[in-house]
C-alpha cells in the first residue's frame, strides 16, 4: 500500500482494499484474542437488547464505549505484536513498552466494563417493566 507521507508503494485510491485489511485485522484480533472475542459478545447481546427496543441513546453509549475499548485491545496488541517481532528474549524496555501499552487498554476496558454494567442493569429494568 502506497504511504502517502513517504511516497512509497503503490499509487491510487482502493476502497475496496481497504475494507479488506480492516476485516483481516479484525479476524486476527477476534480469532486469536479470547479476551477480544469474549468482550465483543457481551456487547454484541446487550447492543442487539437495545437495537431491537429502539433505545438509541443506550445502544450508541455502549457502541461508543464497545469501539473505544476494541480499538485500546487491537492497539495493544499491536504493539505487543512489533515487541515480539524485535524480540522475544526477556528485555526491561520491551516490558516497560508493554507494561504502558496494557495500561492503556486497561483503562480503556475498565470504562466499557462501568458502561456495560451500567447499561446491562438498564436492560434489567426494561424488562422488568415489560413483565
Ligand atoms: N520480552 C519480554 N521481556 C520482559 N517482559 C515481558 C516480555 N514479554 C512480556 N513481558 C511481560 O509480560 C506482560 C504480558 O505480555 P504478553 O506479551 O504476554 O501479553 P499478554 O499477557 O498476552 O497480553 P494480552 O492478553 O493483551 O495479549 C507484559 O506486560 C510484560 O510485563
Not at 104 to 126: D, F, M, N, P
Request: aromatic residues 12%; contains cysteine; glycine residues 4%.
Amino acid at each position: 500500500m502506497r504511504n502517502k507521507f513517504l511516497g512509497t508503494g503503490e499509487t491510487g485510491f482502493h476502497p475496496l482494499r481497504k475494507i479488506r485489511v480492516v476485516l483481516s485485522g479484525l479476524k486476527y484480533a477476534v480469532r486469536y484474542d479470547f479476551s477480544v472475542t469474549y468482550k465483543l459478545m457481551l456487547s454484541a447481546v446487550v447492543l442487539s437488547i437495545f437495537f431491537f427496543f429502539r433505545k438509541w441513546i443506550d445502544f450508541l453509549l455502549l457502541a461508543a464505549a464497545t469501539a473505544m475499548m476494541l480499538q485500546a485491545e487491537l492497539f495493544n496488541s499491536a504493539i505487543e505484536a512489533v515487541c515480539d517481532f524485535i524480540t522475544t528474549e526477556k528485555s526491561r524496555r520491551v516490558k516497560v513498552i508493554k507494561d504502558i501499552s496494557a495500561a492503556a487498554a486497561g483503562i480503556c476496558i475498565l470504562l466499557w466494563g462501568i458502561i456495560l454494567a451500567i447499561e446491562t442493569y438498564q436492560v434489567l429494568r426494561l424488562f422488568s417493566i415489560l413483565h
